[in-house]
């Protein structure tokens, strides 16, 4: 089966779509993918970039290239909505592993016991409870490359600002009110998720110094800073 999957890959139309695909791999085995925000991840890594002259939104890029992972079976229908579009997908376990092997120099799920120096290469992490408290050396040289981080929010504080370059941060359950300051220094920043950090009823106005935001998931209660109009690159807020 692998090398049928292999050669559905293969025969992508577009070099970033193949991106896309093998970005998948960062995602948790069995788990829904949301369409609109892998859109939106793969915007802020410059994946969806329209071809010269043309007028084409990135979001609509991002939703052609669902459909065709979905034509080539690379994605499986997953929930819809009332209207019967889909809005989330899933990955065939078999076609995880592909995704896994593609991106196995780059995608890394840090896990408690994991050897951190074979993290070096990677560009897009995923940390589970468990680590903390490293000594700043080996955060340095281990997480100064990554792109995309999921994260808690303590972890979080650990972490930042040793991934310099970092352009997607999502931060996964926590219940402590306060963002970490050093957030303040990720000037690349373009996709920013803190809607599942609760018990956060302000933003702090550094966010608005984060002038490559595209993207801010935040919840339904937290209030926006005053000068949310500075963040000139933003096109989506989203609140759940």
Not at 3 to 25: G, T, V
Not at 83 to 94: A, C, P, R, T, V
């Amino acid at each position: 089966v692998l090398p049928s999957l292999r050669l559905s890959y293969d025969n992508l139309p577009h070099s970033s779509l193949k991106k896309c695909f093998a970005y998948c791999s960062i995602l948790p085995r069995d788990s829904f993918i949301s369409k609109d925000e892998m859109v939106r991840i793969w915007m802020a890594l410059g994946f969806l970039l329209p071809p010269k002259g043309s007028n084409k939104l990135m979001e609509d890029i991002g939703s052609e290239y669902f459909n065709i992972l979905l034509w080539n079976c690379l994605l499986q229908d997953g929930e819809r909505n009332y209207e019967g579009d889909i809005y989330s997908y899933k990955m065939h376990d078999l076609v995880h592993d592909l995704a896994l092997d593609l991106s196995k120099h780059h995608s890394v799920t840090v896990k408690a016991d994991h050897e951190l120096n074979d993290i070096s290469k990677a560009i897009y992490v995923r940390v589970d409870e468990g680590i903390s408290n490293i000594k700043p050396p080996i955060l340095r040289r281990n997480f100064e490359k990554v792109q995309v981080l999921y994260a808690e929010s303590r972890i979080v504080r650990d972490l930042v600002p040793y991934p310099r370059h970092l352009i997607g941060l999502v931060l996964k359950h926590s219940y402590e009110g306060e963002l970490p300051n050093s957030l303040s220094n990720l000037k690349y920043l373009k996709y920013l998720d803190i809607s599942r950090c609760y018990n956060m009823n302000k933003l702090p106005d550094y966010i608005t110094r984060l002038y490559n935001l595209q993207t801010l998931s935040v919840q339904s209660a937290t209030q926006l800073p005053t000068n949310i109009c500075n963040l000139i690159n933003l096109r989506h807020i989203l609140d759940y």
